[in-house]
């Protein structure tokens, strides 16, 4: 026999164009009830962008006071900007998840608020895909777990002199992965940031990408003045110690001062001296410090970034997933390939028999 030719092809896929057909539909089939039995998902998210507050430091209105108080703009420098690249890191981060498993969201059906990882764990209804794939390709997790006994189910903290590690619950650990397929962040060129959450209910999707954008941007002014709060605190402690001895000096100062109205012996014109010079060192100590307390108050003020909100979160209503007519049309499409392929395989096995 001769080679196949695509008239051979044509004419073997006309002959079984009922297989085709069948198994075609049997493929539309399984392609509607995969669509009918996925999970129903939401989609949330805002547009947001941070904008470097030094750039307003010393020519805006934080300079304008630091002049008029007498504070040297050379301290008062911009610190490094956060690059938004790393923020996909941050909201991956155990932290960060560990803290979305705590906000609260709303059941549509019952106005109750709960919890993110409550609704997971008490209320949560898997779909019918999700029960396939959790006794299929989890099953050997699943059997795992059994054989290991229980897990605890509380966060736990393992610690020793030098270091400190923190460990979690199987059930928590499963929702941080949820909770990471479940955000969406993307950051452009721009530094323009879009962040998202998925969720079962519309109401609830639009809580969490509320949560999430407020902790994000929480954790993004954390971060940004962490140095310039440091050098606060620290600055305010020497304020206070350095004020605390300024009252004592001045006022052991008015003391003497009160008792010895006509100084006439060296003796006590001497504790004058040494009490005036206290003083006049403990005023300047002060003085230094309320300048150097302002300086640190207006640099955390200037680090602290702002968030422009070009796109709020809104409450969706329509559903991203599943696209039911687009997963018909694929498993159908999948079907015909098949059965044709199988039609074409058939005719190559009888071509080679005959030869």
Known sequence: MEDLTLKDIMEALIKGRKLIFKIT??????????????????????????LNSAENSLGGDLGGLASLAGIGGNSLSG?????????????????????LLDATVTLENCQESITYRDYYLNHY????????????????????????????EIESTLSDEKYEFVSTSFSDYSLLRR????????????????????????????????????????????????????????????YLEKRDSFLIAEQELAVFNDRNLSLITET???????????????????????SQLEKAKIKVKEDTPIFSIIE????????????????????????????????????????????
Request: glycine share 4%.
């Open 312 to 355: 709020p979160v809104r409450v969706p209503i329509e559903r991203v997933a599943p696209r039911r007519s687009f997963i018909a049309i694929v498993f159908t499409l999948i079907g015909f390939f098949v059965s044709a392929g199988l039609v074409v395989i058939r005719l190559l096995i009888r071509s080679i028999n005959l030869k």
């Open 179 to 238: 909770a990471s397929s479940q955000i969406s962040i993307n950051v452009s060129q721009d530094g323009m940031v879009r962040l998202g959450f998925d969720m079962p209910e519309s109401l609830m999707a639009a809580e969490m990408a509320q949560f999430t954008q407020n902790l994000l941007q929480e954790k993004l002014i954390e971060f940004k003045i962490s140095k310039a709060k440091t050098n606060l605190e620290y600055t305010n402690e020497l």
């Open 25 to 50: 539909c049997i493929f539309f089939l399984i392609g509607v009830i995969f669509a009918l039995i996925s999970p129903v998902r939401f989609h949330s998210y805002s547009k947001f962008i941070s």
């Open 268 to 290: 006590s014109k001497s504790e004058l001296r040494r009490k005036q010079s206290k003083y006049d060192i403990a005023l300047t100590l002060f003085n230094d410090l309320s």
């Open 79 to 99: 610190s490094a900007v956060l690059p938004p690249e790393i923020y996909p890191e941050i909201v991956n981060s155990y932290p960060f998840l560990i803290r």
């Open 125 to 152: 209804k898997m779909s019918g895909s999700e029960y396939i794939m959790k006794y299929t390709l989890g099953l050997p997790s699943i059997l795992l777990g059994l054989l290991k006994g229980s897990e605890p």
